[in-house]
């Protein structure tokens, strides 16, 4: 047990689970483990680890799907004290190499996907662990001893690089018990949509590269939930393990809600709930959603500060994020004033488990982090049932003629079309107005020119009705092949603007 003061430490969750839930547990492709063999599990594996020479502090990555050995990991960090590092396995491999490097991370542990990433990290080979499922880490049956305190750090997470290299934030034991249990209570204690209880069965679509899958192994060992791991996503494999495991509860971005509502299986999710986020919600995916019966709820958050707002409940204000306890928000106009509810602005967040600033980099660290606050870089306001709706990233907001046009609500409009898979709108460079805006769009089937005219009628009676103002109609529309990602499944504006700039 724990020796130490502070005893919020995250090996406490699976602890809790071994002596309350003991027969509950997850689930991964055919095996199956209770949380108290699980709890044994990693006490052996940390036992195993410590004798490879892991030591307290080491940064030690892992490259992997959503599986059980990574579960395992996950918690024997908090047992031993090793800083674990969630490898991003969607950044490119110049990004993911500076980030290893970067870290200083001395041991890497990586499926078999990996192993090539692996043997060229520059970590030493005898350092490199290539892991399989069946795989003993621990070699016999020695358990070590949780020795962790909850202010000693946890792990390190990078942001995606989207403008420039990736950023390093570290968190401790305790800042991400926190943010964690600041999720279960906002859906548990509330009439949220997604709400969230012992008795769902929890699938997380989100990789655990990503915030460790929103904290969802955490949530589920707290609540004592049934908890199902994946791997790696694909549509089939999710409905399969949906409907074989009993999920109801699952997480994921908009681009993997889209495809999984537009499979042929779609009407096997009837009824599943949904915490959804990473970007607008379009409201023709809302739409979607509402039809096959998916009730869903919307969070806001990101790597550098965690969960910071999840939708309690249906107002009239339909893209409204609530913060979650203890969390605080602010909109900061161009000009620097505070802006009143309804003025846009750059959002600003204050947490109790936001990082002290950027890993080693103290110049990007001074840019973003000042006085207790986190600068989002996201364009918001706050509406008048004390949510903030996210309109756009600060640097995707088209500055047209002086004025805001925030790419997202011309998005969520176009997306109601019939016929559209996805949609970006980028602003473009134009000597008269600074930029205009411009939609890039992917069909779901044939290409269809006369689409176009019915984006065009879509908008024009938006703006009739006051949704949006006719000077916000893009001047051009192209119809394309493909619409490039981001490695966190956002639609990468930076390539399209480097694409279209001369369009």
Same mark, same amino acid.
């Given at each position: 047990?724990?020796?130490?003061?502070?005893?919020?430490?995250?090996?406490?969750?699976?602890?809790?689970?071994?002596?309350?839930?003991p027969?509950?547990?997850?689930?991964?492709?055919?095996?199956?483990?209770?949380?108290?063999?699980?709890?044994?599990?990693?006490?052996?594996?940390?036992?195993?680890?410590? /004798?490879?020479?892991?030591?307290?502090?080491?940064?030690?990555?892992?490259?992997?799907?959503?599986?059980?050995?990574?579960?395992?990991?996950?918690?024997? +960090?908090?047992?031993?004290?090793?800083?674990?590092?969630? *490898?991003?396995?969607r950044?490119?491999?110049?990004?993911?190499?500076?980030?290893?490097?970067?870290?200083?991370?001395?041991?890497?542990?990586?499926?078999?996907?990996?192993?090539?990433?692996?043997?060229?990290?520059?970590?030493?080979?005898?350092?490199?662990?290539?892991?399989?499922?069946?795989?003993?880490?621990?070699?016999?049956?020695?358990?070590?001893?949780?020795?962790?305190?909850?202010?000693e750090?946890?792990?390190?997470?990078?942001?995606?690089?989207?403008?420039?290299?990736?950023?390093? *934030?570290?968190?401790?034991?305790?800042?991400?018990?926190?943010?964690?249990? =600041?999720?279960?209570?906002?859906?548990?204690?509330?009439?949220?949509?997604?709400?969230?209880?012992?008795? #769902?069965?929890?699938?997380?679509?989100?990789?655990?590269?990503?915030?460790?899958?929103w904290?969802?192994?955490?949530?589920a060992?707290?609540?004592g939930?049934?908890?199902?791991? %994946?791997?790696?996503?694909?549509?089939?494999?999710?409905?399969?393990?949906?409907?074989?495991?009993?999920?109801?509860?699952?997480?994921a971005?908009?681009?993997?809600?889209?495809?999984?509502?537009?499979?042929? /299986?779609?009407?096997?999710?009837?009824?599943?709930?949904?915490l959804?986020?990473? =970007?607008?919600?379009?409201?023709?995916?809302?739409?979607?959603?509402?039809?096959?019966?998916?009730?869903?709820?919307?969070?806001?958050?990101?790597?550098?500060?965690?969960?910071? +707002?999840?939708?309690?409940?249906?107002?009239?204000?339909?893209?409204?994020?609530?913060?979650v306890?203890?969390?605080?928000?602010?909109?900061?106009?161009?000009?620097?004033?505070?802006?009143g509810?309804?003025?846009?602005?750059?959002?600003?967040?204050? +947490?109790?488990?936001?990082? #002290?600033?950027?890993?080693?980099?103290?110049?990007?660290?001074?840019?973003?982090?000042?006085?207790?606050?986190?600068?989002?870089?996201?364009?918001?306001?706050?509406?008048?049932?004390?949510?903030?709706?996210?309109?756009?990233?600060?640097?995707?907001?088209?500055?047209?003629?002086?004025?805001?046009?925030?790419?997202?609500?011309?998005?969520?409009?176009?997306?109601?079309?019939? %016929?559209? +898979?996805?949609?970006?709108?980028?602003?473009?460079? #134009?000597q008269?107005?600074?930029?205009?805006?411009?939609?890039?769009?992917?069909?779901?089937?044939?290409?269809?020119?006369?689409?176009?005219?019915?984006?065009?009628?879509?908008?024009?009676?938006?703006?009739?009705?006051?949704?949006?103002?006719?000077?916000?109609?893009?001047?051009?529309?192209?119809?394309?092949?493909?619409?490039?990602?981001?490695?966190?499944?956002?639609?990468?504006?930076?390539?399209?603007?480097?694409?279209?700039?001369?369009?």
């Open positions: 047990m724990n020796r130490h003061g502070n005893n919020m430490n995250v090996i406490s969750f699976l602890r809790r689970a071994s002596q309350l839930f027969e509950q547990g997850v689930a991964y492709g055919n095996k199956q483990e209770n949380y108290e063999e699980i709890y044994h599990k990693v006490r052996k594996i940390s036992a195993g680890m410590k /004798r490879m020479g892991v030591r307290k502090g080491d940064i030690v990555g892992v490259a992997d799907w959503n599986t059980l050995r990574f579960f395992e990991l996950l918690y024997a +960090a908090a047992s031993i004290g090793f800083i674990i590092y969630p *490898v991003n396995i950044l490119p491999a110049e990004h993911i190499l500076y980030t290893l490097r970067q870290s200083g991370c001395s041991w890497l542990f990586a499926s078999d996907d990996f192993a090539p990433l692996a043997m060229k990290s520059g970590i030493p080979s005898e350092r490199v662990i290539i892991l399989n499922q069946d795989d003993n880490l621990f070699f016999n049956n020695e358990e070590a001893e949780d020795e962790v305190s909850g202010d750090p946890y792990s390190i997470l990078y942001t995606s690089g989207t403008t420039g290299m990736p950023k390093g *934030v570290l968190y401790t034991n305790e800042k991400v018990v926190l943010g964690a249990m =600041s999720i279960v209570y906002q859906l548990g204690l509330f009439n949220a949509s997604a709400k969230l209880a012992s008795e #769902d069965v929890i699938m997380p679509l989100i990789p655990f590269f990503h915030l460790w899958g904290g969802s192994p955490f949530h060992a707290y609540l939930a049934k908890y199902v791991l %994946g791997g790696r996503f694909s549509v089939e494999s999710t409905i399969d393990s949906i409907v074989r495991e009993g999920v109801t509860w699952i997480n971005i908009p681009t993997m809600m889209y495809q999984l509502t537009d499979s042929s /299986r779609a009407e096997e999710l009837k009824g599943i709930k949904v959804i986020g990473g =970007s607008p919600i379009p409201k023709g995916l809302a739409d979607r959603m509402e039809r096959l019966g998916i009730k869903y709820s919307t969070i806001y958050g990101g790597t550098d500060m965690l969960a910071t +707002a999840i939708q309690l409940r249906k107002t009239e204000h339909a893209d409204s994020i609530h913060p306890p203890f969390v605080e928000f602010k909109v900061v106009t161009a000009e620097g004033k505070a802006a509810k309804g003025e846009n602005g750059e959002l600003y967040v204050k +947490a109790p488990w936001l990082p #002290d600033g950027y890993y080693k980099d103290e110049e990007r660290s001074k840019a973003s982090f000042s006085e207790g606050w986190f600068r989002t870089g996201d364009f918001a306001r706050i509406n008048e049932d004390g949510g903030i709706q996210v309109l756009d990233r600060v640097k995707d907001v088209i500055k047209s003629g002086g004025e805001w046009i925030p790419s997202s609500v011309l998005e969520s409009l176009i997306s109601e079309v019939e %016929g559209i +898979a996805s949609v970006a709108v980028i602003g473009r460079e #134009d008269k107005w600074g930029e205009r805006p411009l939609a890039i769009i992917k069909l779901k089937g044939e290409r269809s020119d006369a689409i176009i005219d019915e984006i065009k009628a879509r908008l024009q009676d938006a703006a009739s009705k006051g949704k949006i103002l006719q000077w916000w109609i893009p001047d051009k529309f192209i119809i394309a092949n493909d619409i490039p990602l981001t490695s966190v499944g956002k639609i990468d504006k930076k390539v399209l603007k480097e694409r279209y700039k001369q369009i």
